[in-house]
């Protein structure tokens, strides 16, 4: 059965952790801090120039949003004036939990790409609670900027996508596969940077030859493959699943609604199915480019190997037109 993670928009079903299936790929992992209640606030600082960050030089702002994994905050450094995003994660003592929470720790600490959120230091308190310090994206999701400011246009579209094809370049050179790309894991700032974020469900894969058999994440924007595992088969390319990911991301942002169901359709397990796995894929109104629709074509491939690899479509038409995309 499906369940909705809860304070979510209506789209972000999700399937329970206990459908994790048991041939999981190995993790490397950090050594992570005593969980305890009683361990001291211990604390990893990824920046050797300066001094790590804890709770104690935080003021808390503002909420900015909460999810299934934690509280986010927006904070000042109380000494610097800086403004962060710290992300607070109570240690539930889940091992489902904890094994994910190691996972998306340890891929904020290893990434260092401007297509990808900025760790600057994680901490756990007394209590338990850890605390991950981030680089504060003042416009908020893209998820958001859709509601607030409607549908993109094709060029903006465009420029998107090739920023979130750098950051998943990079992720998937690194054998990271994020496992959630939709609108609300994009962040922007009102420079129009663009970085990918939350990595509450991806996974680090050991191996060239490993597949990925993660159930988790949010199945509007999963690949057939990930859906039906039966008909696809059950080890499935996690690279080319973010792709998927990436272009119902893309047509939503176009069309300003999520593109695979008709406007006011209540998704639910059976019709997303019904449209991901057995039906035509809803297409692009008419109007736009050539390049748009081929791109999306490439990205939205039911067979996951005919879909595009991320360095491929960097270099698709759509992404390389003669007239630079010029920021707002
Ligand atoms: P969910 O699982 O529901 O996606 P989550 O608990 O995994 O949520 P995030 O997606 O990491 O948490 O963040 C929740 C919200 O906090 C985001 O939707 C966004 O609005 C805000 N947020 C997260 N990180 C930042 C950041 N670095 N800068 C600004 N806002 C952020
Ligand atoms: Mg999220």
Known sequence: MPVVRRGRPHLNLQLPLTKLSHARPPRISLPLPPTSSTAAATQFNWSSSSAPISAADLD??????????????????????????????????????????????????????????????????????????????????????????????????????????????YLHSHKIVHLDIKPANLLVNSKMEVKIADFGVSKILGRTLDTCNSFVGTCAYMSPERLDSLTYGENYDGYAGDIWSLGVTLMELYMGQFPLLPPGQTPNWPTLMCVICFSELPSLPKGVSDEFRNFIDCCLQKESSKRWSASKLLSHPFLCKDSPIKEP
């Open 60 to 169: 808390k702002i503002q909420v900015l949003g909460s999810g299934n994994g934690g509280t986010v905050y927006k904070v000042r450094h109380k000494e610097t004036s800086e403004i962060y995003a710290l992300k607070i994660i109570n240690d539930k003592s889940n091992s489902n939990f904890r094994s994910q929470l190691d996972t998306e720790m340890e891929i904020l600490r290893r990434t260092d790409s401007p297509h990808v959120v900025k760790c600057h230091s994680i901490f756990q308190n007394p209590s338990g609670e850890f605390g991950i310090v981030m680089e504060y994206m003042d416009s908020g999701t893209l998820e958001n900027v859709l509601k607030s400011e409607g549908a993109f246009s094709e060029s903006k579209v465009a420029d998107i996508a090739k920023k979130v094809l750098n950051g998943l370049h």
